[in-house]
């Protein structure tokens, strides 16, 4: 699960950073870099940062609908390198010198593999929380006689299907921990955000959930694709092949308009109508989120220290060279 971060953003006086849980660590994506923190087998923590791919920047960045595609994309890529780095590290047993075989975890797994583990999971995906439901309601829709009540019915379907997925992953050992570094990432976002010191007492003054979180994105994506769809299938009929292309094909569409929902209810969360729009995605981050323990905020704030001390370098440098410039 992840907070979307959002470089450019006109009421904050500072980058807005996001981020996800890992195992047993925290991947924070900044400006121009993204950090990723583990806590290693021996009690050590391992930190690394690295540029963001400029395919996932640049000017695209900032147009609006498009960019919520874009970050999409960066979110299951980034999401899934980190993810495989971190089970690496978290699992890797130090030698003698100290120093895992391989103790980055940058060698792990190959791109053509990860590109195809995520093409299954978005594959998957679309297949239990967008067609199954299409399907199940399709066996009682002559029992209806409504297109939009059963469009209704679909969307509580999948919010169902949603919400038990996450409730029912976390009875799991192994996900609990991940909730809880899930956490622990919003809590530093949010400890950063408000201008304090990164320490563990100024964290643990702060909640779990965070309006711009992964979570929040998906409750948003289920929802919106309720209008969506229903407008599709008003145009399109109810034909099976035209109605299970619909749930396809308009996915990134979908994601980008629940994109700018976030994206502007996290930059009036202390608005009425800022706080009606974040209420599902908090709602439901009850679930996704747990308390962290120090262990877990102190990996937390490495990687938000890293993330943010690495932008800093780099902004540092770009000021230098354009002095010299000029």
């Not at 047993?24 to 991947?27: I, N, P, S, T």
């Not at 994105?217 to 994506?221: A, C, D, E, G, K």
């Not at 629940?258 to 209810?265: C, L």
């Given at each position: 699960m992840s907070s979307h971060s959002q470089?450019?953003?006109a009421e904050s006086p500072r980058p807005l950073y996001g981020g996800q849980a890992v195992i047993?660590?925290?991947?924070i994506r900044g400006v121009r870099h993204y950090s990723l923190a583990v806590r290693r087998p021996d009690g050590g923590i391992f930190c690394a940062t690295e540029p963001v791919s400029s395919r996932f920047s640049g000017r695209l960045r900032r147009i609006p609908l498009l960019r919520g595609v874009l970050i999409l994309a960066e979110t299951l890529w980034l999401g899934m390198k980190s993810l495989q780095r971190s089970a690496v590290i978290a699992a890797e047993e130090p030698n003698a010198d100290g120093d895992g075989n391989g103790a980055d975890g940058s060698s792990a797994v190959s791109n053509w593999t990860m590109g195809l583990t995520m093409l299954i999971a978005v594959a998957?995906?679309?297949g239990i929380f967008l067609v199954l439901p299409l399907l199940a309601v399709r066996l009682i829709e002559p029992f209806i006689g409504s297109l939009l009540v059963s469009n209704l019915i679909e969307g509580v379907i999948r919010l169902a299907i949603l919400v038990a997925y996450v409730a029912g992953i976390s009875l799991m050992r192994d996900i609990r921990r991940v909730y809880a570094y899930h956490g622990a990432e919003h809590m530093a976002v949010h400890t950063y955000e408000a201008g304090?010191?990164?320490t563990v007492d100024n964290v643990r003054q702060h909640p779990t959930p965070h309006p711009r979180c992964g979570t929040a994105?998906?409750?948003?994506?289920a929802i919106v694709s309720v209008v969506a769809f229903a407008i599709l299938d008003a145009l399109l009929g109810s034909e099976l092949y035209w109605r299970v292309l619909s749930r396809i094909v308009p996915i990134p569409v979908v994601a980008a308009v629940?994109?700018?929902?976030?994206?502007?209810?996290g930059a009036h969360r202390t608005a009425w109508f800022?706080?009606?729009l974040s209420a599902p995605g908090?709602?439901?981050q009850r679930i996704t989120t747990r308390q962290p323990d120090a262990d877990q905020i102190e990996v937390a704030i490495a990687a938000m220290v890293a993330a943010v001390a690495a932008d800093e370098e780099a902004d540092r440098e770009i000021a230098t060279s354009l002095r010299s410039s000029q």
């Open positions: 470089a450019e953003h047993e660590g925290v991947m998957l995906g679309i304090q010191a990164l994105f998906l409750i948003t994506v629940s994109y700018e929902i976030i994206r502007f209810a800022g706080k009606i908090l709602w439901l």
